[in-house]
């Protein structure tokens, strides 16, 4: 009898069911901090709209719409509008080229050990914020309540805007660890598949600004520049943006053989924007574009500079 009773009791298991395999390597993961080349993946395709969660902003008017680099929103802040950009990903080297940051005090515990930092200063108008990475690589973004409709709209205090796009970043840093960041897939002869820094020279610039200055080049790609803001540079850069109205200051003008918009500022500033094919899935007229700008803060005519750049870089854009 008790051989039996023994014997029947050899099937039953006491103890703790093993682990599963998949969830321990997730925890893992999550202790572990994040960089942002892992992250994001290939960083020239990155649709920065799978990272804003627009139905968490109070009175939007326009967007979201996703650009080469960004992803832009308006909305109505006190009444006022205020045009907000998240993207795109920056080096440590771009982050700080103008102020020092630092994390935001009393900023939300992040997973991944994600950071948001601010610069040294805020000023009433604007607001830039940075989701920081293990390597410190950073997604930027701002807000401007410089109104292009009503010019003479006050600026809205730095203290009004910059809890707003901290909120859209503490978003953003949500879809980054749940591994939520999309992707733009280019169409043949996109600009988005063209390295900015790569279609014209160092020389061939250098020759039109009047100093040979090295390209600056973007984890992006799609822009570069050759020299430093606030002295003599030259900047290009690729976007996507809705048809330039007629009324917006602009004088057309047939560049490198396309037509452009060109812009004249102060004394040192002027710019062009051409615009190539019809942004695939538009619905307002959005198309790629090509816009140069130029300064020359020692002398000199920056719309020659801008024209003579124009010329060497227009004819070589995709058709």
């Not at 008790?2 to 103890?15: A, D, E, P, Q, R």
């Not at 996109?190 to 390295?195: A, H, I, Y």
């Not at 102060?266 to 051409?274: E, I, K, P, V």
Request: net charge negative; glycine share 10%; charged share 20%.
């Amino acid at each position: 009898m008790l051989v039996t009773l023994l014997g029947g009791c050899t099937g039953v298991v006491i103890g703790k069911p093993a682990p599963d395999p998949a969830a321990l390597a997730k925890a893992e993961e999550e202790r572990l901090p994040l960089n942002g080349a892992t992250a994001f993946g290939e960083l020239t395709t990155i649709d920065y709209c799978t990272l804003l969660d627009a139905s968490k902003l109070k009175d939007v008017t326009e967007g979201p719409r996703v650009s080469l680099d960004n992803c832009y929103v308006r909305v109505q802040l006190d009444g006022q509008n205020a045009d907000l950009w998240l993207g795109g990903v920056l080096d440590a080297q771009s982050r700080i080229e103008y102020a020092s940051t630092t994390e935001i005090p009393d900023g939300p515990e992040l997973k991944r050990r994600l950071t948001i930092e601010k610069p040294t200063s805020d000023y009433d108008g604007s607001c830039y914020r940075y989701l920081v990475f293990d390597d410190e690589l950073s997604l930027q973004a701002n807000i401007s309540s410089y109104d292009t409709v009503d010019v003479s709209a006050p600026e809205i205090s730095s203290e009004r805007l910059c809890p707003v796009i901290e909120d859209v970043l503490e978003h953003a840093a949500t879809a980054v660890v749940e591994k939520r960041v999309g992707h733009l897939d280019f169409p043949a002869g996109s600009l988005g598949s063209v390295d900015a820094c790569g279609i014209v020279s160092d020389t061939e610039i250098g020759a039109h600004l009047g100093t040979v200055e090295p390209a600056r080049k973007t984890l992006t790609k799609h822009s570069c520049r050759w020299g430093r803001s606030g002295s003599n540079y030259v900047s290009l850069y690729f976007s996507v943006d809705k048809p330039t109205p007629a009324d917006a200051g602009y004088v057309p003008e047939t560049l490198g053989g396309r037509q452009a918009m060109v812009w004249v500022g102060s004394g040192t500033y002027c710019s062009a924007l051409t615009t190539l094919k019809p942004w695939p899935g538009a619905k307002d007229g959005e198309a790629e574009t090509v816009s140069i700008f130029v300064s020359m803060y020692s002398g000199g005519d920056p719309c020659g500079v801008m024209r003579n750049v124009a010329n060497t870089v227009f004819p070589r854009l995709p058709a």
